[in-house]
């Protein structure tokens, strides 16, 4: 991926980074000999195999532009089966014209959120290598979905690592319930992060996080999906919340292959949504200026970013606890993804991000609080004229709404103590959008005037 280094390397081999110049490693394929399809639509004759699991994946039958392993070797559990919801109420919300704001729902994958995508790509390659552990550091959808895949598929033994009490209830239970190996660790995402990597090399377990880079492959099939949803129209704008900046990255790659591939005419624009107490890429792209650059990046500004940092001990705080993110992974990927889809990021506070989060549970299916970031980024970029109310948008859904009550609850909640609690100590401070609930006595009469009178 680093153009002065230019190493290349087997799929065969277990590598998270170059080990020449310590860069990422990215998937690369020769489209000559691999003979991609030619139309989008050669696709659609999935749709009539649905009896074939790999054809029923929404990740695999986009197999041929993901083709790392044959396709009778890749793992599925039915990921991908996911939505694209026109929603008119919430396009309102963010001041768009109805008709133009599609919301993808990616929580309907079998973990709940996106992170299924790249499991299984993960997941297949794990499984080529031989691996009998996978281990994860994660603030919690990624460690539900490499548990579900152990799970399932009784191929491998899962260890996750998450910083403890920095994970939301419904991603903890499933970790516990699908019977991973769940390692509490005194610190956040990025203390585990550097653990996770630290104790794979020395024990030789298989890391899942994005910094694999066959997540990403697997990650480029939301794209398809928004693709193959839209009649393979490219909308105007993709919108993402950034944590690891996995997605991102993965979204930029998939145009960049259609572009080179000649299947799309142009590339959306990108926009990626940081919360505010997790901005790292926000500070160095829109205020540090940091770019791609042809794949040089300025490295001086981001190591100065990281030693203020830490000089300043600061750590990422957000109640969208799935992007609580300080040290982004895949910094450098994103940045390419940016360049190639003309990109901007945002930062949004968590007033914002609950107040979207509630016009989408009140206009959809409903998503977790990171999710949400999407929606309330668009309504910055609508305010400030950066996205027009007639551009066709596509906002990313990335995890399901009961993955995080604790955070929804708190929000409609009547309980002054829970909401200064959970929400206040975080400067939330309005539930403009709560929906309350009502308290009546156990009494027929008082039950049904109570309901004449709200409902
Ligand atoms: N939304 C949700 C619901 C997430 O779980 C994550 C990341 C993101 C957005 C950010 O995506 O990292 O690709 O920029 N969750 C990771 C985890 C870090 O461990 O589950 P990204």
Redesign the pocket.
Known sequence: MAPDCGATFGTEEILVACPRCGALLEVAYDWDRIAPPRSLRDFEAHWSRRGDPHSFSGVWRFHALLPFAAREDCVTIGEGQTLLQRSDQVAQYVGLKPGRLFLQY??MNPSG???DNGMSAAFTHARLTGAQRAA??????????LALYCAVTRLMRAVIFVGSGKIAYG?LSQALDYGALTVQIAGD?DDAMRRVKEVSQTLGIYVV??VNPFRLEG?KTIMFRVLEALGWEVPDWII???????????FGKAFRELLELGLIPRAPRLA?INAAGADTLYNLFENGGLRWNGGRPNPELIRAYYDDMDRRRLRAETI?S??E?NR?V?LTK?LHALDTCRGVVREVTDQEILDAKAQVGAGGLG?????A?SVAGLKRLAAEGVVGPDERVVC?L??HQL?DPTATVAYHTTDQEMFDKVLGSRGVHRATFANRAVSVANDLNEIIRAIELYG
């Not at 993402?240 to 993965?250: I, K, R, W």
């Not at 998503?367 to 999710?371: L, R, W």
């Open positions: 990616e929580g959120s996106f992170k994860c550091a994660s603030t919690g959808n990624t460690s539900a979905s991603k995402f996080n994005s990650q993402v919340p950034g944590g690891n900046l996995g997605n991102s990255s993965a990626v969208a799935a992007i993110i982004p895949n994103c998503c977790e609080p990171a999710s970031a990313i990335t995890g993955k």
